[in-house]
């Protein structure tokens, strides 16, 4: 294979697996992905299998493995200049996604009672990295971060570091809806959603209180969500199978120079999710009619400006409402915030704080 990679996938566990494995499936033309960690057995075989499921499906599509240690800050940038790929999908992270349904100590008691942007430290620290490798290796391509881009999208673009958009979230709900409606017809369901509605679908129909998604269908918006998509749930475990997978069409337009319409999280940098359109070879918001862009993102700002992380002009990052309130007893230190140069302090600080609360059951 030529050293040139059109791909490549930061990560080896089950969302970046998700991602390569559906690349191998449903690839439509000739595409070469590098799949990048540090677990050389996990890497091995996401290579393995990646080409045999290639091969299975009759695509033409070709994967290799590349070991390198993201914790470490310059990592990437050898990688990323001398492979120069197209897309570039950030999926490892310091914090499992596992964490929205396992228990049993304090630390998870905690994500689950103020939210993941406690955990927002642990998926922003690789990210930046990885943004930085890519400004570092002095090239441009499109940089998907995988990892909270609700929040951490946010973070990377207050930073002045590239970011194009997330996946999964807002379009476990889009897809999720569409396939409840049997709609097929790209662009005909738009939502705004941020990553605290998609909590809402986890329940069963009937225990459910919101917060509610908006939601157009061919333009008019749905004034009771609630009753309209009653019949759709959410596992309460991560839903890689539709969030891993939702990257992958839009990963492969990206690649190949095609047109996309769909949802994403963190798309340029804003909280929340939005319908968008890769045309052209950039990357746009795609609201419904008589929605403006400044009323979109202000409406899903809201929810991280009652509780959760937010940064001002300054690159001064906030805890608010009940997650402040929480950190506050917990490390007054990092309830006070921190300013976005200091990542890695912070993110070590957090990483002390979980270590201590992981040591304590939950009460």
Not at 179 to 202: I, V
Not at 240 to 256: D, R
Request: aromatic share 6%.
């Amino acid at each position: 294979m030529a050293d040139k990679l059109d791909v490549i996938v930061f990560g080896t566990g089950s969302f970046a697996a998700r991602i390569v494995f559906d690349l191998a499936a449903t690839a439509p033309h000739a595409i070469a992905v590098g799949v990048a960690g540090r677990n050389a057995e996990r890497l091995s075989w996401l290579e393995t299998a990646a080409n045999a499921r290639a091969v299975l499906f009759g695509r033409p599509a070709e994967f290799t493995s590349h070991r390198i240690d993201l914790s470490l800050p310059d990592a990437a940038t050898e990688l990323i200049a001398r492979h120069r790929p197209k897309v570039i999908v950030q999926a490892a992270s310091l914090q499992p996604s596992s964490v929205i349904s396992t228990s049993g100590d304090a630390w998870t008691k905690l994500v689950a009672e103020v939210g993941l942007s406690v955990t927002a430290l642990f998926q922003a620290q690789l990210s930046a990295h990885v943004a930085r490798a890519l400004r570092s290796a002095r090239h441009e391509c499109h940089y998907i971060n995988g990892c909270f881009p609700d929040v951490v999208n946010s973070l990377l673009a207050a930073a002045h570091l590239p970011v194009a958009c997330g996946i999964g979230n807002i379009a476990i709900l889009s897809n999720a809806f569409a396939g409840h409606l049997r709609r097929r017809d790209a662009g005909a369901l738009k939502l705004l959603a941020h990553y605290h509605t998609l909590t809402t679908f986890r329940k069963p129909a009937a225990a459910r209180t919101g917060p509610w998604p908006r939601v157009w269908i061919d333009g008019k918006e749905v004034q009771d969500v609630q009753r309209g998509f009653a019949g759709v749930k959410i596992t309460p475990e991560p839903a890689i199978e539709i969030s891993g997978a939702s990257g992958v069409p839009l990963i492969l337009a990206m690649a190949g120079g095609t047109d996309w319409v769909g949802h994403v999280p963190g798309p340029l940098g804003l909280i929340g999710g939005y319908p968008v359109a890769f045309r052209g070879g950039a990357l746009d918001l795609d609201l419904p009619p008589g929605l403006i862009r400044a009323d979109a993102a202000a409406w899903n700002a809201r929810f991280e400006e009652a509780n959760g992380l937010v940064v001002d002009e300054r690159g001064e990052a906030h805890y608010t409402g009940v997650l402040r309130e929480r950190l506050a007893e917990a490390s007054p230190e990092l309830a006070k915030g921190f300013h976005l140069r200091d990542l890695d302090a912070a993110t070590d600080e957090m990483a002390r704080l979980r270590a201590r609360l992981q040591a304590r059951p939950a009460t």
